[in-house]
């Protein structure tokens, strides 16, 4: 297996290979860039199928928080992990609390939390063994009440407020009332966006594999349920993938007939060229880190460190700020803004939104 020619290796810092033979633990943590902060990113167990095919994700997906804390104007660099198992079958406490140990090693170059296979209560398992895992916090809710670390309520927001921004700059409409959204999984980011929208006024057409997620989109957003396979042909304004990765290709972007495409899902284009395909064919593309960075933005606020700013070392324990939930609000109130700017630029400068985006975020990388 290679790792300085892997075809998404891009200058990784660091690329760590933790064992633990005794909880099975095998686990990746990749780091894209500490140049703007510590390296925070989810820790995603998954059954994958090789080797090969974690470090792809963990470099692909470290990468791309880079990118993510840098267009969101946050103090972190960018960094991801993967657990290779079964997270119904091989998630044990010893596995997690293995995985905290290495995670500390790092000394707070790595901060993990929530992904795809963890959840909050394996976070804050890892925390009996790391100080540099987040998001394990009950805290004040975006509307009130109490919530779990869970970031999924600030992600939807943002994903909103983008698909507000989009509309007014595609179909120069202020409102969303009457404009049709497809949405592509309805589970925590995908239903509460759906709620968001249907509050505004939106036609929903939704898809979800899981046939209790769908029932209860459909019922609570009073909205038509489609197979998945049927959902990029929807005769919609926007099209919002909050499922999969990879979903913007060949084959489905001829399908489109939405004007826009934005939504939550990590990695949406399969390659960078399919944002050149969109753009040729009229298509809003908002660039995916740039519009899901609500959840990064409230985990990073819920718990702020201090961090000596040049070598990141932290000074001081975990301080509880009390002000996060008015940072994350405004935090995620600002994702439109800079939406709107990539998608201005892009259009002035006949450029894809995807490689605008980019370049801004390189640009601070380097900076
Ligand atoms: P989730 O697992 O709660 O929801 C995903 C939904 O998609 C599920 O209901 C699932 O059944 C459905 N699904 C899976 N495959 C599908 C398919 N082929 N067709 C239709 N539906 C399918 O995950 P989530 O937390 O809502 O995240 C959704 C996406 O947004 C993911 O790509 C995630 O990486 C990304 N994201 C999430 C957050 C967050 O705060 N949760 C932040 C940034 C990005």
Not at 23 to 48: D, F, K
Not at 93 to 121: F, H, K, N, Q, W
Request: charged content about 25%; some cysteine.
């Amino acid at each position: 297996m290679s790792v300085f020619s892997h075809s998404e290796f891009h200058d990784h810092e660091q690329v760590v290979f933790c064992r633990d033979a005794a909880s099975g633990l095998r686990a990746i943590i990749a780091i894209h860039s500490t140049h703007l902060g510590p390296a925070l990113g989810g820790i995603r167990m998954y059954p994958y199928a090789s080797d090969e095919d974690a470090l792809t994700d963990v470099l692909r997906l470290a990468r791309g928080m880079s990118y993510k804390a840098a267009l969101a104007g946050l103090p972190l660099g960018g960094g991801k992990s993967v657990i290779i198992g079964d997270p119904h079958r091989a998630k044990t406490p010893a596995l997690l609390r293995a995985m905290g140990e290495a995670i500390e090693r790092l000394g707070g170059r790595y901060i993990g939390a929530e992904d795809s296979g963890t959840a909050v209560a394996d976070l804050k398992v890892m925390s009996e063994t790391t100080d540099h895992v987040c998001g394990t916090l009950d805290k004040e809710g975006l509307d009130g009440g109490t919530r779990s670390g869970d970031p999924s309520p600030a992600t939807a927001l943002g994903v909103f407020l983008g698909i507000r921004a989009a509309v007014q700059h595609a179909l120069g409409r202020d409102e969303l009332h009457g404009v049709r959204v497809a949405i592509q999984g309805v589970g925590n980011v995908g239903r509460r966006l759906g709620r968001y929208l249907h509050d505004a006024g939106a036609e929903l057409v939704v898809c979800d594999s899981w046939g209790p997620n769908l029932d209860r989109a459909a019922t609570e957003l009073n909205a038509r349920a489609v197979e998945p396979e049927a959902i990029y042909a929807q005769d919609v304004e926007v099209f919002a993938p909050c499922a999969l990765g990879a979903v913007l290709n060949d084959v489905t972007i001829p399908q489109l007939k939405a004007r826009i495409v934005a939504g939550s899902a990590n990695n949406q284009l399969a390659e960078a060229r399919h944002g050149e395909l969109l753009r040729r064919r009229g298509i809003v593309y908002a660039p995916d880190y740039v519009i899901n960075a609500g959840g990064l933005i409230d985990v990073f606020h819920e718990r702020e460190r201090v961090f000596d700013t040049d070598s990141y070392i932290i000074m001081d324990e975990f301080t509880l700020n009390t002000s996060s939930h008015d940072s994350t609000i405004d935090g995620v109130h600002r994702i439109p803004q800079t939406l709107s700017a990539i998608l201005e630029q892009a259009e002035r400068e006949q450029r894809s939104t995807q490689a605008v985006a980019d370049s801004i975020a390189e640009d601070r990388l380097r900076g």
